[in-house]
């Protein structure tokens, strides 16, 4: 890769980190705020699940139908406009009178429609500019702006919350997507190089990047994991405090600090995983490692009990973090390298589609299991072992893959 191409590649890793992390950061803001939120609407905090699935909703939706925008405007511009869609939907929130619950609603469908296609756009930039020798690693570094903004969030909104008041904090997070907006800009005509403004943009082609995850085992194997995957990520970081609180008897604190740790592991698995990807070993065998491990931890939490040393439950919940939230970009990476030319944001908007569907149904299934049985546990050890199928069905579709290459080759052989 010569220095044009490496500058190129560093600006656009830069680029959509950046977007990445202020769009996680608009997300959760919520979720950060719920007390104060329900608060002043006179709701209970736990009615922030329904506004997450909403979020999550729109966010589907806008996966899917993203991918011929992104080819007409570029991946940048597309990003840029899924900024304001955030910073709207905040805005709207600080704006709401205490009387316009169904203003809330609507600032959800609008975040989620913002949320949606960022990582669809984001891949078709990556796939073109990252190198071939990184991918992995690019994708899973781009990955971490997911809880490196849940994190900010956490760390920033509670103080500005308490020394301003929640809707000021909601209306400074507004005004930073504008900044983000403006900031990135200047390299827009650059990294939208390969957009297509005579492209078509049709209602009918809405699910047509569903079509080639039919055709494809490849990426339909990697659509399904990640479904599996992404229901154990979110209800890991949905439900692991309520489960070390109530079914372990932890303060709030504690269980706090173990979620911090399950996330700052996942970053750094995000990280690490992507490299053993691209060094050691096919990204598939580690999404299938990734997976069994991540069943484990669950497994593992599902057992913990209040006797168990509390440095021993960090570890775990660490651990957890690094194999239930880092399998993320090497999944991307490989969607990428196995779509068609081209057409990286929109298979990435038809897998996305399928992964938010997990974060979508997830919360509510464990939630259910939770209220059946009487404990979280049951909840944890079931997506656990749905993550292990999930790992042990993406292995077993590789080797029909290697064993389809290998008759091929032979009767090439033999016509040959």
Same mark, same amino acid.
């Given at each position: 890769?010569?220095?044009?191409?490496?500058?190129?590649?560093?600006?656009?890793?830069?680029?959509?980190?950046?977007?990445?992390?202020? $769009?996680?950061?608009?997300?959760?803001?919520?979720?950060?705020?719920?007390?104060?939120?329900?608060?002043?609407?006179?709701?209970?905090?736990?009615? %922030?699940?329904?506004?997450?699935?909403?979020?999550? *909703?729109?966010?589907?939706?806008?996966?899917?139908?993203?991918?011929?925008?992104?080819?007409?405007?570029?991946?940048?511009?597309?990003?840029?406009?899924?900024?304001?869609?955030?910073?709207?939907?905040?805005?709207?929130?600080?704006?709401?009178?205490?009387?316009?619950?169904?203003?809330?609603?609507?600032?959800?469908?609008?975040?989620?429609?913002?949320?949606?296609?960022?990582?669809?756009?984001?891949?078709?930039?990556?796939?073109?500019?990252?190198?071939?020798?990184?991918?992995?690693?690019?994708? /899973?570094?781009?990955?971490?702006?997911?809880?490196?903004?849940?994190?900010?969030?956490?760390?920033?909104?509670?103080?500005?919350?308490?020394?301003?008041?929640?809707?000021?904090?909601?209306?400074?997070? *507004?005004?930073?997507?504008?900044? %983000?907006?403006?900031?990135?800009?200047?390299?827009? /005509?650059?990294?939208?190089?390969?957009?297509?403004?005579?492209?078509?943009?049709?209602?009918?082609?809405?699910? #047509?990047?569903?079509?080639?995850?039919?055709?494809?085992?490849?990426?339909?194997?990697?659509?399904? %994991?990640?479904?599996?995957?992404?229901?154990?990520?979110?209800?890991?970081?949905?439900?692991?405090?309520?489960?070390? $609180?109530?079914?372990?008897?932890?303060?709030?604190?504690?269980?706090?600090?173990?979620?911090?740790? *399950?996330?700052?592991?996942?970053?750094?698995?995000?990280?690490?995983?992507?490299y053993v990807a691209d060094r050691w070993l096919a990204p598939?065998?580690?999404?299938?490692?990734?997976?069994?491990?991540?069943?484990?931890?669950?497994?593992? $939490?599902?057992?913990?009990?209040?006797?168990?040393?509390?440095?021993?439950?960090?570890?775990?919940?660490?651990?957890?973090?690094? $194999?239930?939230?880092?399998?993320?970009?090497?999944?991307?990476?490989?969607?990428?390298?196995?779509?068609?030319?081209?057409?990286?944001?929109?298979?990435?908007? #038809?897998?996305?589609?399928?992964?938010?569907?997990?974060?979508?149904?997830?919360?509510?299934?464990?939630?259910?299991?939770?209220?059946?049985?009487?404990?979280?546990?049951?909840?944890?050890?079931?997506?656990?072992?749905?993550?292990?199928?999930?790992?042990?069905?993406?292995?077993?579709?590789?080797?029909?893959?290697?064993?389809?290459?290998?008759?091929?080759?032979?009767r090439a052989r033999d016509a040959g």
């Open positions: 890769m010569n220095d044009a191409a490496a500058r190129t590649a560093s600006v656009a890793l830069a680029a959509t980190l950046a977007i990445q992390v202020y $769009t996680s950061f608009a997300a959760t803001a919520t979720a950060v705020l719920a007390p104060e939120l329900a608060r002043d609407f006179g709701v209970q905090a736990s009615y %922030v699940g329904l506004f997450v699935g909403i979020v999550y *909703a729109g966010a589907m939706a806008a996966s899917l139908a993203c991918g011929s925008f992104i080819e007409r405007y570029g991946s940048i511009r597309v990003s840029q406009v899924c900024v304001v869609f955030c910073a709207l939907g905040v805005a709207a929130m600080a704006l709401a009178p205490a009387s316009a619950m169904s203003l809330l609603a609507l600032a959800a469908v609008v975040i989620g429609i913002g949320y949606g296609p960022i990582t669809p756009a984001s891949s078709q930039l990556l796939q073109r500019t990252a190198p071939p020798s990184r991918m992995a690693l690019t994708f /899973s570094i781009k990955q971490t702006g997911v809880p490196a903004g849940a994190a900010l969030s956490g760390a920033l909104l509670p103080a500005l919350a308490l020394a301003s008041g929640w809707r000021v904090a909601f209306a400074l997070v *507004a005004l930073v997507g504008i900044v %983000v907006v403006a900031a990135s800009q200047p390299v827009r /005509s650059g990294l939208d190089a390969d957009r297509r403004p005579r492209g078509r943009v049709a209602l009918r082609d809405l699910f #047509a990047p569903l079509a080639i995850l039919r055709t494809s085992r490849a990426l339909r194997d990697l659509a399904l %994991v990640s479904l599996a995957y992404s229901a154990t990520q979110v209800c890991l970081t949905s439900f692991l405090v309520v489960h070390l $609180t109530e079914g372990l008897a932890y303060t709030l604190v504690a269980a706090g600090l173990a979620l911090t740790a *399950a996330t700052l592991g996942g970053v750094a698995g995000r990280i690490g995983w992507g598939r065998h580690v999404l299938a490692l990734v997976g069994m491990l991540a069943g484990v931890c669950g497994l593992a $939490t599902a057992l913990a009990t209040a006797r168990w040393p509390g440095a021993a439950v960090i570890a775990l919940a660490a651990v957890f973090g690094a $194999t239930a939230i880092g399998w993320n970009g090497v999944q991307l990476s490989e969607v990428a390298r196995h779509a068609p030319p081209g057409s990286a944001g929109k298979v990435t908007g #038809a897998t996305g589609f399928v992964t938010f569907a997990g974060v979508v149904v997830g919360p509510p299934v464990f939630a259910l299991l939770s209220s059946v049985t009487g404990s979280y546990r049951v909840g944890f050890a079931v997506f656990g072992a749905a993550s292990v199928v999930a790992a042990l069905g993406l292995l077993a579709g590789a080797r029909g893959q290697d064993r389809g290459a290998r008759a091929r080759a032979s």
